[in-house]
C-alpha cells in the first residue's frame, strides 16, 4: 500500500506517482472563469487510474512516444511522461482542456505536447510518428464508436504497436472491442486500480495481428 503523503493544500492528491488537482482547488477554480471545457473534458475521470495501473503491470519502453487520445486534463499522458519518460502527444477535440493540462504537468515537472484534434482527422501520417495509443473513458457515445474504430484501423496501418483504452465499462466500449477483435489481437481484461481510491473496469488493448 502506498505510504501517506500530506499534501502542502487542500484539493491536491496523489496517484500513482503523480499529483493531481481537484476541480475545486483554487487553480482550477481561477482557469474555469475564462476555460470551459465542453465535451466531459471538466475533471480527472476515474478509468485513467486503470490505465496508469495496467502500464505498471505492462509497461512502456522509457522514451517511447505515446498519443494519449481524448486527454482532457491528460492525467494519463502526465503519468507516462513521469514513469517513462514517453514523449507524450495529448490530442483533445476541446481546446479548452488544454490550460487544465498545462497546469497538471508544470504540477509534475513533466511537458506534454498539446494538440488540439477530432479523432476523425488525426492521419495515418500523424499516427505513424507514434509507437502507442493510449486513452481513458473516450467512448462514452455511440457515435464515437465508428470515428474510434477507424482511428485505429489508420493507427495499425501507421506501424503503432499497442492501442490501450480504459473505459468503465460502457456498452459503446463493448461494441469497439467487438469491432477490432474481428481485425486485430485483442485483450479485455477486467482491471482495478487502488489510489487514489479502489475503483473498477475494463482495459482493452489492441495489437496488430
Ligand atoms: C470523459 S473525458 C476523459 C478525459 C481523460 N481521458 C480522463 O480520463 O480524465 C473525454 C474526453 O474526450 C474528448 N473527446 C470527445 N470526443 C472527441 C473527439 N471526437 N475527438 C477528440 N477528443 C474527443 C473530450 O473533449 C474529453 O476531454
Given at each position: 500500500m502506498p505510504r501517506v503523503e500530506r499534501m502542502p493544500e487542500p484539493?491536491?492528491?496523489a496517484a500513482y506517482g503523480v499529483y493531481l488537482l481537484q476541480s475545486q482547488h483554487r487553480l482550477m477554480r481561477q482557469l474555469r472563469r475564462i476555460y470551459e471545457p465542453s465535451v466531459h473534458g471538466h475533471k480527472t475521470w476515474e478509468s485513467s487510474f486503470l490505465l496508469m495501473d495496467y502500464l505498471l503491470e505492462h509497461p512502456i519502453r522509457?522514451?517511447?512516444?505515446?498519443?494519449?487520445i481524448g486527454c482532457g486534463w491528460g492525467p494519463?499522458?502526465?503519468f507516462c511522461a513521469r514513469r517513462f519518460d514517453a514523449k507524450v502527444t495529448g490530442v483533445d477535440i476541446d481546446k479548452d482542456v488544454f490550460p487544465f493540462l498545462n497546469v497538471i504537468a508544470a504540477l509534475n515537472d513533466v511537458s506534454i505536447e498539446p494538440l488540439v484534434s477530432?479523432?476523425?482527422?488525426l492521419s495515418t501520417a500523424r499516427l505513424a510518428k507514434e509507437r502507442v495509443l493510449i486513452g481513458s473513458d473516450i467512448c462514452f457515445w455511440t457515435k464515437l464508436v465508428k470515428p474510434l474504430y477507424n482511428l485505429i484501423q489508420r493507427a495499425m496501418r501507421a506501424g503503432v504497436k499497442r492501442v490501450i483504452i480504459a473505459d468503465?465499462?460502457?456498452p459503446t466500449f463493448y461494441d469497439l472491442a467487438d469491432k477490432?477483435?474481428?481485425k486485430y489481437h485483442v485483450e479485455l481484461l477486467e482491471w482495478y486500480?487502488?489510489?487514489?481510491?479502489r475503483?473498477?473496469?475494463e482495459i482493452l488493448e489492441i495489437r496488430p495481428k
Open positions: 484539493h491536491i492528491y522509457r522514451g517511447t512516444r505515446v498519443m494519449e494519463a499522458s502526465v477530432r479523432f476523425e482527422d468503465p465499462g460502457r477490432c477483435r474481428a486500480a487502488v489510489e487514489p481510491n475503483a473498477s473496469g
